[in-house]
T-cell receptor, first 116, second 116 residues
Framework: DTGVSQNPRHKITKRGQNVTFRCDPISEHNRLYWYRQTLGQGPEFLTYFQNEAQLEKSRLLSDRFSAERPKGSFSTLEIQRTEQGDSAMYLC??????????????FGPGTRLTVT | DAKTTQPPSMDCAEGRAANLPCNHSTISGNEYVYWYRQIHSQGPQYIIHGLKNNETNEMASLIITEDRKSSTLILPHATLRDTAVYYCIVRAGYFITQGGSEKLVFGKGTKLTVNP
C-alpha cells in the first residue's frame, strides 16, 4: 500500500498524559499537513510542512501541541498534558507541490484520540 | 479562501445520478473548486477539481457555471458505497516560492445517502 499511513489508529489516554502520533506520507511528497476533526464537523487545519520546514501553524495549535518532520519524510504530532477537549480524529495528508496551481492532498485514515 | 454553501443533506436512489450543488459566489479568479468526500470513519478522499471548464474523471464530473459562482458535482451512477459527506472547497494555488499553504478549509459539507 503506497498511501498515507497513520499510527496508532486509536489511542485512549488519561487526562494529563502525553501522546504522540505518527504519519508516513506518500513517498516523495514534499508537503505534509495535519488536521483535526471533531464529531459532526469538517476537518480543521492545524499545521503543515514543506519538506522538513514547518511553515504555518493554526491558532488551534496551542503550545501543548508540537509537530516535527525531521528528515522531510514521516512526521510526528505530540500533545502534552492532554485535556478532554483534545479528543478528536487527527488526520494527516500529503501532497506533491511542484509549481503553480493547488495540489491534491491525500489523507491517511486518521488517529482517533479519546482522553478520559 | 472563499466560503461555500452546500445543502446539509441529500438522498439519491442507487443507480441514479447524484447531483450535489455548491455555491461559491465570492470565488476569486485564481481560486479552484475542489471536491472531497469522507466516508464514515475514514480520511477525506479527493474526488475532482476545476478552475473554469467542466471536468470529468473516473469518479465524477464537475460542472462549473460560466460566472463560476456555483458548481455541481455529478456521480453518474450512485452506489451504496457513495454514501458519504461531500465537501466543496475553493482554494487558491500558489507558486512554491510564494509559500502559501494551500490548506483545505472544510465546511460541514453535504451528507449524501444513497438508498437501495
Amino acid at each position: 500500500d503506497t498511501g498515507v499511513s497513520q499510527n496508532p489508529r486509536h489511542k485512549i489516554t488519561k487526562r494529563g498524559q502525553n501522546v504522540t502520533f505518527r504519519c508516513d506520507p506518500i513517498s516523495e511528497h514534499n508537503r505534509l499537513y495535519w488536521y483535526r476533526q471533531t464529531l459532526g464537523q469538517g476537518p480543521e487545519f492545524l499545521t503543515y510542512f514543506q519538506n522538513e520546514a514547518q511553515l504555518e501553524k493554526s491558532r488551534l495549535l496551542s503550545d501543548r501541541f508540537s509537530a516535527e518532520r525531521p528528515k522531510g519524510s514521516f512526521s510526528t504530532l505530540e500533545i502534552q498534558r492532554t485535556e478532554q477537549g483534545d479528543s478528536a480524529m487527527y488526520l494527516c495528508a500529503s501532497s506533491l507541490k511542484l509549481a503553480g496551481g493547488p495540489n491534491e492532498q491525500y489523507f491517511g485514515p486518521g488517529t482517533r484520540l479519546t482522553v478520559t | 479562501d472563499a466560503k461555500t454553501t452546500q445543502p446539509p443533506s441529500m438522498d439519491c436512489a442507487e443507480g441514479r445520478a447524484a447531483n450535489l450543488p455548491c455555491n461559491h459566489s465570492t470565488i476569486s479568479g485564481n481560486e479552484y473548486v475542489y471536491w472531497y468526500r469522507q466516508i464514515h470513519s475514514q480520511g477525506p478522499q479527493y474526488i475532482i477539481h476545476g478552475l473554469k471548464n467542466n471536468e470529468t474523471n473516473e469518479m465524477a464530473s464537475l460542472i462549473i457555471t460560466e460566472d463560476r459562482k456555483s458548481s455541481t458535482l455529478i456521480l453518474p451512477h450512485a452506489t451504496l458505497r457513495d454514501t458519504a459527506v461531500y465537501y466543496c472547497i475553493v482554494r487558491a494555488g500558489y507558486f512554491i516560492t510564494q509559500g502559501g499553504s494551500e490548506k483545505l478549509v472544510f465546511g460541514k459539507g453535504t451528507k449524501l445517502t444513497v438508498n437501495p
